[in-house]
């Protein structure tokens, strides 16, 4: 309920408010479109301009908008408490009811037990903090160290940024944790080795393994990665990587955490992003989806082997000296209840699959009469337009330059909403989102970079 009246909302606009990855004084000189409703895969904004959202919020509003079934399961939780602690001593009914689904869920991946938290930034943090901790308990303290991929997001945390793939994130906040290191990433489009997906995937697998016995095994706790990178570019590595990765690992006794922020819950077309790939993680970190952007909530998952570690006996390191206030919310769990109920009754992972293909399908001519558009790609409703400066040798634009945004706008006009990030346009819809609403989202691309190449 907004209690202001638009004026004083366009006159507040940015002034107060500092929004994530733009320059304060460039969100005041253009301030952010300022959206008032959302019904299913459309939204509309203060002026009363309704758009296809082709963001999905953030990639997470996976049910869509203004949906009954979450808002009542919310509501009548409201009515019987709205939050209690789950700290050690006290708990609340829908945090069980969610970890008993979120464990049944992921049967398949052997997960154990899982903790709760406030969104994907903190379920990263739990994941890399309670890896450390299990090597502890297992009695090799000296396994601290992480690997990750480069152009991989893991949230902005400390231990988030320090496994964070790309350099922006990183260097405005050093020092970060000792110990992270960076290899290519699996990245056909862009990678000095191979565009033959099994040359690539062992040459980045090589280089894994360059790490790992460089720095030795011993020092490593896990290896970090999202199945399809998404803030980075929409990266979806070849078939062979994420299995040659898991058989890796297991040579070393690395952990491996599928941080599974974006993908989890059916973005990728598979329930989880690695079970798409046919792999079993030990850790999966999730957020987004788990309640489509309702209420906060991060859940970090871990499995068997992983607990195996505490279940041996009462060791004082063994307590969980990890949680936040928000720790199973009782709201946030009371959403993500109502909200897998929709992602299993839909079956949203096929949908997306079945949509994704769609999209992609209906964008993939755009790099051949773009000066723009370098190319398409994606996995489920997970997709990217990848923006070059030269089309030969496939440099990115320079992002200062404003060609993302630019394009964007157009596609605004045409009344879609897409999102420029770094050198890539990025569509994430609703996973709810029907042929009609993905051919309005392929219409308003296709018009937005032609209209590029009119003005440009
Ligand atoms: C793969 C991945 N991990 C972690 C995060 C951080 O999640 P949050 O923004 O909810 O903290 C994100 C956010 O986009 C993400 O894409």
Redesign the pocket.
């Given at each position: 309920m907004v209690t202001k009246d638009g004026n004083f909302l366009r006159e507040n606009n940015a002034r107060h408010q500092l929004h994530p990855m733009i320059h304060p004084l460039i969100s005041e000189e253009n301030p952010p479109q300022i959206i008032v409703k959302g019904d299913g895969y459309n939204v509309t904004d203060i002026d009363g301009n309704t758009f296809v959202d082709g963001i999905g919020g953030?990639?997470n509003v996976n049910v869509g908008h203004n949906r009954a079934e979450v808002k009542a399961a919310i509501a009548a939780q409201m009515d019987e408490i709205a939050y209690y602690s789950s700290f050690a001593g006290t708990t609340t009914a829908p945090s069980i009811e969610l970890s008993a689904k979120i464990i049944e869920m992921s049967a398949e991946e052997n997960m154990a037990k899982v903790l709760f938290s406030a969104?994907?930034?903190?379920?990263?943090e739990t994941a890399l903090k309670l890896s450390r901790q299990y090597w502890k308990l297992e009695g090799q303290p000296e396994r601290t160290g992480f690997i990750s991929l480069k152009q991989?997001?893991?949230?902005?945390q400390f231990g988030?940024t320090s496994v964070n793939g790309s350099t922006y994130y990183r260097n405005v906040y050093g020092p970060l944790l000792p110990g992270c290191y960076q290899v290519d990433s699996p990245w056909s489009y862009r990678n000095p080795y191979s565009e033959d997906p099994q040359e690539l995937s062992d040459a980045i697998i090589t280089q894994i393994e360059r790490v790992i016995q460089h720095n030795g095994a011993n020092t490593i706790s896990a290896f970090i990665a999202?199945p399809v990178q998404?803030?980075g570019g929409v990266i979806v590595p070849p078939a062979q990587f994420w299995p040659a990765l898991r058989k890796l690992l297991d040579k070393y006794d690395i952990l491996l955490i599928s941080?599974e922020?974006?993908t989890g819950f059916g973005r990728s077309g598979s329930m989880f992003g690695a079970r798409g790939w046919g792999v079993k993680p030990d850790i999966m970190?999730l957020?987004?989806g788990i309640t489509a952007g309702y209420i906060?909530l991060?859940a970090t998952v871990l499995n068997e082997r992983v607990m195996s570690a505490w279940t041996k006996g009462v060791d004082p390191n063994g307590f969980i000296f990890h949680g936040y206030t928000a720790t199973g919310h009782a709201l946030g769990c009371a959403a993500a209840n109502a909200t897998l109920k929709i992602v299993e009754d839909e079956d949203l992972p096929a949908n997306a699959k079945a949509m994704g293909d769609r999209l992609l399908k209906g964008l993939q001519d755009i790099p051949n009469w773009s000066s723009l558009a370098g190319e398409v790609r994606g996995k489920g409703l997970m997709v990217g337009i990848d923006m070059v400066a030269d089309k030969k040798t496939r440099e990115p634009i320079d992002p200062g330059k404003g060609q993302g945004e630019m394009t964007a706008g157009f596609a605004r006009e045409e009344g879609v909403i897409v999102r420029p990030a770094g050198s890539n346009i990025i569509i994430s819809p609703p996973l709810t989102i029907d042929a009609e609403g993905v051919d309005k989202i392929v219409d308003g691309l296709n018009k937005a970079f032609r209209k590029y190449e009119e003005v440009k």
């Open positions: 953030l990639w969104n994907g930034s903190d379920a990263v991989g997001y893991h949230g902005i988030g999202e998404g803030a941080d922020v974006v970190c957020a987004k906060p991060g």
